[in-house]
């Protein structure tokens, strides 16, 4: 009797933990991202496992994809998390050859769970051509949201009331959430210039490049292939 009852306890507490540390993100921003039509459409983050969920999408005739064996979770700090396992994906050098232009390959990659109070990541696969990443996906829900509105009034054509949205964000960005400081950034100096504030996007050019955010360079390269450079 006493041994079911310990038993159940230690069953009532598994449940419970696992209750307590399970979080899911849907539609996570991230800062820069390798692929254009590679997309991390959730992540769901227990105390067993952390799991991302990816579709692709094909944009060319005969088009093919797969994923190396050797593909991580890189914390703030530089620690890596490898991957555990992957399903829906071949691993290189097989292949998933698309039938059509416009398919979609959904697949998913599972890591040991994420350390508590994460905010954000980068995803990176180790291979020799073609690699995937994804650098500064945030892991907050909340700001999530905020910047997914913000880009929602850049979408229907209101580029002045997504860079107001921006900026506010970039304010009130909690200093957990650097990884997608360059995201915000990025997005205030590119809706000013589209808007003809030049002045306004010099200012945040300005302080993208004195900073001292993770991956500056690689957002600076991103905004100077489009022309933009102050």
């Known amino acids: 009797m006493k041994k079911k009852l310990i038993i159940s306890i230690l069953l009532f507490f598994s449940v419970f933990l696992s209750l307590v540390y399970s979080q899911t993100v849907n539609n996570p921003s991230s800062g820069l991202r390798s692929h254009e039509t590679l997309e991390i459409s959730k992540i769901e983050i227990s105390a067993q496992k952390t799991v991302i969920y990816l579709n692709i ?35 290189c050098p097989e292949t998933y050859r698309f039938k059509t232009i416009g398919e979609k390959l959904e697949f998913e990659l599972t890591f040991p769970p994420l350390r508590k109070n994460t905010e954000w990541v980068d995803l990176i696969e180790d291979c020799n051509d073609n690699c995937f990443s994804f650098y500064g996906i945030c892991l907050n829900n909340d700001l999530n949201k905020k910047i997914e509105n913000a880009s929602h009034f850049a979408e229907i054509g209101e580029p002045a009331k997504a860079a107001l949205d921006f900026i506010d964000i970039a304010k009130t960005i909690d200093a957990g959430n650097t990884g997608i400081d360059g995201l915000i950034y990025m997005n205030i100096i590119q809706l000013s210039k589209e808007t003809g504030n030049i002045a306004k996007a010099t200012e945040w050019y300005g302080k993208l490049k004195s900073s001292d955010i993770p991956r500056k360079e690689l957002y600076l390269k991103h905004l100077n292939s489009q022309g933009i450079v102050y």
């Not at 060319?60 to 399903?87: H, Q, V």
């Open 57 to 91: 999408e094909n944009k060319i005739e005969r088009g093919y994809f797969c994923a190396d064996k050797i593909i991580f979770i890189l914390y703030p700090d530089g620690t890596k998390s490898n991957l555990i396992s992957s399903k829906g994906i071949p691993v």
